[in-house]
């Protein structure tokens, strides 16, 4: 059926809000488990009534509009979010070199976008999943220029050969997924003979969760940049100018001219310092609409005056059956430091402890940074193997008396095994524990990246590389 204005589309499509996939299906396809794109089809074919195809311009060419159909899922807290990235299409590297974003692939097929979100409840058969909203994503101005920005980056790795070291964490809104069976899907690049792994234009789920908790949650989130300066300047650079000025200051002195609160002996202050820096007085940063859909954490991070912070830095306790079960491409470690970008907030205490008594703190300055893909693929791919090794071998357990206590060791690697991350424990205390798959019983543990690891990045800071 051709549609010929966009609110005759618009009304169709809100009349599959409530239905599930079962009762839309008319071909059977929902009973081909195996069919991958199997929600998408059916709604294609069952519900618009048009053949299912793979074509260049959009679904609805004449509208200029592209179909997606995608999951959302219930938080812990009842709201909803995107449950993955929304994948668009296959990037061309011998093609899009030759394009200006207007032109490109990405832009001529994706402009608008037809959502048509389903809640993924776990243990439920697909055929009973819900469409619950439908809607038309048009960019608002000041995201078209930050996805401008991210598609000039995705291209410009491209026109210097490195489109085998493209990583989404290398952008913020518009990212370039693994689009293939596995790893062995490879595509030619035009500057290099290296062959590069097939990706895709993906918005990131940090954007689609955006839409989410604006469209669904009906959430208001705080942005701290606007079209007309993201048209002058990169995202990067906004923030930089933001935190520019107190470059060296003590918090102190920060404090004077910014009248932000310092307190100590709150663990959240410095998040909160670091909003109002920004310009937002929010206590948490991911009320910060930029940074939620760029999926950027903040990390602040206090260095010794030896350039080296005292604490390891830590991340999400780990599920131990998951880290069994799971191949290292659907593993949380990689997906999370290939998708996630990272903003360091660095401070340091200028002296040692018996001269700064009162413990000092001097910002240092900022780092965007993202894990390097030869990192994530290398080091981090091998961490990852020999922990896997360890779980299904049964980690070792034992007990050493201490003094008026006993501790368990184990053999997860430690600090220093690979220069780069290890895991150890983040509890309440020895009685906070977890199942190992076995049955047996360990204090809850993390993942952490190593202290040093963290030093030689922050160090670039006085290097100027950041």
């Not at 059977?28 to 618009?48: C, V």
């Amino acid at each position: 059926m051709l549609y010929e204005k966009k609110e005759e589309l618009l009304y169709t499509a809100s009349l599959a809000e409530g239905k599930t996939f079962g009762e839309i299906d008319k071909t059977g396809r929902i009973k081909n488990d195996k069919a991958k794109g199997q929600l998408g089809q059916i709604i294609e074919e069952s519900f618009f009534g048009y053949e299912v195809n793979s074509k260049k311009e959009a679904d609805f060419a004449n509208l200029g509009i592209e179909l997606k159909v995608t999951p959302v899922k219930k938080n812990k807290n009842g709201t909803l979010s995107a449950k993955e990235r929304l994948v668009l299409n296959i990037i061309n590297y011998e093609e899009e070199v030759n394009k200006d974003f207007e032109s490109s692939s990405f832009w001529k097929k994706n402009k608008e976008i037809l959502m048509m979100f389903y809640e993924w409840l776990p243990n439920l058969d697909r055929s009973d999943y819900r469409i619950i909203k439908a809607y038309l994503h048009q960019y608002p101005e000041e995201d078209l220029e930050i996805i401008k920005q991210d598609w000039e980056t995705i291209v410009g790795k491209i026109k210097v050969g490195l489109a085998h070291e493209l990583s989404e964490g290398d952008t913020n809104y518009l990212g370039a997924c693994p689009k293939g069976a596995n790893k062995k899907s490879l595509r030619s690049q035009p500057y290099s003979d290296i062959k590069a792994m097939q990706r895709a234009f993906c918005l990131k789920q940090g954007y689609m969760t955006s839409i989410v908790r604006k469209v669904i949650n009906k959430e208001d989130l705080v942005k701290f940049s606007t079209a007309p300066e993201l048209k002058q300047k990169s995202f990067y650079n906004l923030i930089q100018e933001k935190f520019h000025p107190y470059i060296g200051m003590s918090l102190e002195e920060i404090a004077s001219i910014t009248n932000l609160p310092i307190n100590y002996k709150s663990k959240s202050f410095l998040q909160e310092f670091v909003s109002g820096l920004l310009g937002i007085r929010v206590t948490k940063l991911e009320q910060i609409e930029e940074f939620a859909k760029a999926n950027i954490q903040v990390k602040t991070i206090r260095l010794e005056p030896n350039g080296v912070p005292k604490e390891h830095m830590s991340f999400k306790n780990i599920n131990f059956s998951e880290w069994e079960n799971e191949t290292w491409e659907n593993s949380w470690l990689k997906n999370f430091f290939e998708q996630t970008k990272f903003l360091f907030v660095v401070f340091q205490y200028k002296e040692s402890y018996s001269k700064n008594p009162q413990r000092k703190l001097y910002f240092s300055g900022i780092i965007l940074w993202n894990m390097p893909t030869n990192e994530i693929n290398g080091r981090l791919k091998d961490f990852w193997t020999h922990v896997q090794k360890l779980i299904k071998q049964g980690i070792e357990l034992q007990p050493v008396k201490q003094k008026n206590r006993t501790i368990v060791r184990n053999n997860l690697p430690k600090p220093n095994f690979n220069g780069l991350c290890h895991i150890r424990p983040k509890a309440r205390d020895g009685n906070d524990r977890v199942p190992l798959p076995d049955g047996r019983l360990i204090t809850k543990q993390a993942f952490w990246l190593d202290n040093i690891y963290v030093s030689e990045i922050c160090n670039s800071l006085r290097r100027g590389v950041y």
